[in-house]
């Protein structure tokens, strides 16, 4: 993008501090940014936002430029929005984290987050807002009260996260994991690895935050030549270490620094999956000067939402809620998790994985047959995919054939894991258990 256009458009940003994607929302003086997607064109828009207050309208198609003297072309709204959002950022001499990975990010997010709160004015992605629309939303948000952002960066398809990093400039930063998510996007494990390392090699010179137990995270650092990472480890291998005292259903936890104090921490997150989202939050704590008792206040007060590792006790039965997100990996650490809670009597709701391409079947089938081994009362099957499994657990559609058994049989005196992708909905049933 032209970087004289792009100056010129952030010195009208600066007299017109708001920009809406959205001409249902168009506060007086801002500028509408015209996006397209595949059911929708900002471009159709660019008009009737004007009209409703907004200042000027920033859009790809040239025709409209002679309908309106407020109406300003670019070649790419999207990459306008990116390009500006960096700008932006460009204003602010702060630490910045950036934050990717299969499974964890967003919780990870929240924790590094709330433990930096204890000290700093923190600017972090809210939501979901990970792509490359939300991230650039998020950087807008910066402003001179901040003290730092912490700034997730999702990706689905090769070279994802290179753009939004380019976009983001972060000054440090980590990598979760990597597992066998997207995959109908990224073609191959090797092609997640590949897109998650972009993050690496944007940091290649500067601080990384790793997982000392992650032979994968590890040989990606080492093949790209990170100069400097912050380790931190269940076995004992890094800067900061943790060890799971209990996880029935909440994880409790202790940690401590090399040759330092132990410090315990009673959590409210469920799954012992969590404890290397844990050990990240300290290590980014204590590379920021938080103290470990700060850190310990934090990780204690963080209660999860958004339908991520949530226990939820009902009238009728105890809950577990990770409903937002489901792939191979994270499947098989909420089933083991799952494994070692105490309940006399235990019930599976699972949907399907999505995007996992051509290895769908084979992943699915790899979930049953883990499931026939751990003793589980009860399993019901969600989904297509589940529905093309050899298994003698019970199969329905899709939610709705779930809500109608729910109505009619009533669970009752259980403890339900309730796991899938967010597109199976399963998010909904909650509320009938």
Same mark, same amino acid.
């Given at each position: 993008? %032209?970087?004289?256009?792009?100056?010129?458009?952030?010195? *009208?940003?600066?007299?017109?501090? +708001?920009?809406? #994607?959205?001409?249902?929302?168009?506060?007086?003086?801002?500028?509408?940014?015209?996006?397209?997607?595949?059911?929708?064109?900002?471009?159709?828009?660019?008009?009737?936002?004007?009209?409703?207050?907004?200042?000027?309208?920033?859009?790809?198609?040239?025709?409209?430029?002679?309908?309106?003297?407020?109406?300003?072309?670019?070649?790419?709204?999207?990459?306008?929005?990116?390009?500006?959002?960096?700008?932006?950022?460009?204003?602010?001499?702060?630490?910045?984290?950036?934050? #990717?990975?299969?499974?964890?990010? #967003?919780?990870?997010?929240?924790?590094?987050?709330?433990?930096?709160?204890?000290?700093?004015? /923190?600017?972090?992605?809210?939501?979901?807002?990970?792509?490359?629309?939300?991230?650039?939303?998020?950087?807008?948000?910066? %402003?001179?009260?901040?003290?730092?952002?912490?700034?997730?960066?999702?990706?689905?398809?090769?070279?994802?996260?290179?753009?939004?990093?380019?976009?983001?400039?972060?000054?440090?930063?980590?990598?979760?994991?990597?597992?066998?998510?997207?995959?109908?996007?990224?073609?191959?494990?090797?092609?997640?690895?590949?897109?998650?390392?972009?993050?690496?090699?944007?940091?290649?010179?500067?601080?990384?935050?790793?997982?000392?137990?992650?032979?994968? *995270?590890?040989?990606?650092?080492?093949?790209?030549?990170?100069?400097?990472?912050? #380790?931190?480890?269940?076995?004992?291998?890094?800067? /900061?270490?943790?060890?799971?005292?209990?996880?029935?259903?909440?994880?409790?936890?202790?940690?401590?620094?090399?040759?330092?104090?132990t410090y315990a921490v009673n959590s409210q997150?469920?799954?012992?999956?969590?404890?290397? %989202?844990? *050990?990240?939050?300290?290590?980014?704590?204590?590379?920021?000067?938080?103290?470990?008792?700060?850190?310990?206040?934090?990780?204690?007060?963080?209660?999860?939402?958004?339908?991520?590792?949530?226990?939820?006790?009902?009238?009728? %039965?105890?809950?577990?809620?990770?409903?937002?997100?489901?792939?191979?990996?994270?499947?098989?650490?909420?089933?083991?998790?799952?494994?070692?809670?105490?309940?006399?009597?235990?019930m599976a709701i699972l949907g399907d994985m999505?995007?996992?391409?051509?290895?769908?079947?084979?992943?699915?089938?790899?979930?049953?047959?883990?499931?026939?081994?751990?003793? +589980?009362?009860e399993v019901w099957l969600v989904g297509e995919?589940?529905?093309?499994?050899?298994?003698?657990?019970?199969?329905?559609?899709?939610?709705?054939?779930?809500?109608?058994? +729910?109505?009619?049989?009533?669970?009752?005196?259980?403890?339900?894991?309730?796991?899938?992708?967010?597109?199976?909905?399963?998010?909904?049933?909650?509320?009938?258990?």
């Open positions: 993008m %032209n970087e004289t256009l792009i100056s010129s458009l952030y010195e *009208l940003y600066k007299s017109h501090p +708001i920009i809406t #994607t959205d001409s249902r929302n168009c506060p007086e003086g801002s500028i509408f940014l015209a996006l397209k997607g595949e059911s929708f064109d900002g471009n159709k828009f660019a008009l009737q936002a004007l009209e409703k207050g907004c200042a000027y309208a920033i859009v790809d198609e040239a025709d409209l430029k002679a309908k309106n003297d407020r109406i300003i072309v670019v070649d790419d709204c999207l990459q306008t929005y990116k390009d500006m959002a960096r700008e932006h950022r460009r204003q602010f001499n702060i630490p910045v984290i950036g934050i #990717t990975g299969t499974n964890g990010k #967003t919780t990870t997010k929240e924790l590094i987050a709330a433990v930096l709160s204890e000290k700093y004015n /923190v600017l972090y992605t809210q939501g979901n807002f990970n792509n490359d629309v939300g991230v650039p939303k998020t950087l807008f948000r910066l %402003n001179q009260e901040h003290d730092i952002a912490v700034i997730e960066m999702g990706a689905s398809h090769p070279g994802d996260i290179k753009t939004l990093v380019e976009t983001v400039e972060p000054t440090c930063g980590l990598i979760t994991n990597v597992g066998r998510a997207h995959l109908l996007g990224f073609g191959s494990f090797e092609g997640v690895k590949k897109t998650k390392g972009e993050l690496y090699d944007f940091l290649r010179d500067s601080l990384i935050f790793i997982n000392a137990d992650n032979d994968h *995270l590890m040989k990606m650092a080492e093949e790209r030549g990170v100069s400097r990472l912050y #380790t931190y480890s269940q076995n004992g291998d890094g800067q /900061v270490n943790g060890r799971i005292i209990a996880c029935d259903p909440f994880l409790r936890f202790e940690w401590s620094k090399t040759d330092s104090q997150l469920i799954g012992s999956y969590n404890l290397d %989202n844990m *050990l990240a939050a300290i290590a980014v704590g204590m590379q920021f000067d938080i103290n470990p008792q700060q850190i310990c206040h934090a990780l204690e007060n963080y209660v999860p939402s958004n339908n991520r590792s949530q226990m939820t006790v009902t009238a009728s %039965n105890r809950l577990i809620v990770d409903a937002y997100n489901a792939n191979p990996s994270s499947m098989k650490a909420a089933l083991e998790n799952f494994a070692l809670i105490q309940a006399d009597h235990k999505r995007e996992l391409g051509e290895a769908s079947a084979e992943e699915h089938q790899k979930v049953v047959d883990y499931l026939q081994t751990t003793g +589980i009362e995919e589940f529905g093309k499994t050899q298994c003698h657990f019970r199969k329905f559609t899709d939610v709705e054939a779930v809500k109608t058994a +729910i109505a009619t049989q009533r669970p009752e005196g259980k403890c339900i894991l309730i796991k899938g992708s967010n597109s199976t909905r399963l998010y909904q049933l909650p509320d009938l258990l």
